[in-house]
């Protein structure tokens, strides 16, 4: 009896009172990471997908903003990076950051799409464990050739 009593005080307790919830089946967050050619600032044709950028997901309290939670991440060869979620984070905020290009000429993170927001609970009525953030992306110091050429297409469809 005094076992089961020191198992519940060292490991039961310390996980209510921290406020972690773990989940049953892990949490997978996932998103692509890319290379922004024209610096257009979103997507286009000449954009290509990043492999080895790292990337980090963040968890903070909602009122405090202190970070409670870090896990760090890569991209694959794809542009594509999952990072495996094991406890709830209802009560937290949570992005997914962009750290480091692993390519020198496309280092400069582009504004707004630095950072992408995920839910990381089960009590949202998702059904499904993956979560899905938003493309993140760096672009070159310069415009690649014929970018302006993919802009004009841009352009003439907003007319």
């Given at each position: 009896?005094?076992?089961?009593?020191?198992?519940?005080?060292?490991?039961?307790?310390?996980?209510?009172?921290?406020?972690?919830?773990?989940?049953?089946n892990?949490l997978?967050?996932?998103?692509?990471?890319?290379?922004?050619?024209?610096?257009?600032?979103?997507e286009?044709?000449?954009?290509?997908?990043?492999a080895?950028?790292?990337?980090?997901?963040?968890?903070?309290?909602?009122?405090?903003?202190?970070?409670?939670y870090?896990?760090?991440?890569y991209?694959?060869?794809t542009?594509?990076?999952?990072?495996?979620?094991?406890?709830?984070?209802?009560d937290?905020?949570?992005?997914?950051v962009?750290?480091?290009?692993?390519?020198?000429?496309c280092?400069?993170?582009?504004?707004?799409?630095?950072?992408?927001?995920?839910?990381?609970?089960?009590f949202?009525?998702?059904?499904?464990?993956t979560r899905?953030?938003?493309?993140?992306?760096?672009?070159?110091n310069?415009?690649?050739?014929?970018c302006?050429?993919v802009?004009?297409?841009?352009?003439?469809?907003?007319?």
């Open positions: 009896m005094a076992k089961i009593l020191l198992f519940i005080a060292l490991c039961v307790v310390p996980s209510l009172v921290s406020g972690t919830r773990m989940v049953k892990p997978m967050v996932q998103g692509q990471v890319y290379c922004d050619l024209c610096r257009a600032g979103f286009t044709p000449k954009t290509t997908n990043m080895g950028a790292k990337v980090k997901l963040v968890c903070s309290e909602r009122k405090t903003g202190e970070v409670v870090e896990r760090e991440g991209t694959d060869s542009g594509l990076y999952k990072i495996s979620v094991s406890e709830d984070h209802l937290e905020v949570c992005d997914a962009l750290v480091k290009s692993s390519q020198p000429k280092a400069q993170m582009t504004p707004g799409r630095e950072r992408a927001r995920v839910i990381l609970t089960n949202n009525g998702i059904a499904s464990n899905f953030a938003n493309a993140m992306g760096f672009m070159v310069e415009p690649e050739a014929g302006a050429e802009m004009k297409l841009y352009l003439e469809e907003d007319n």
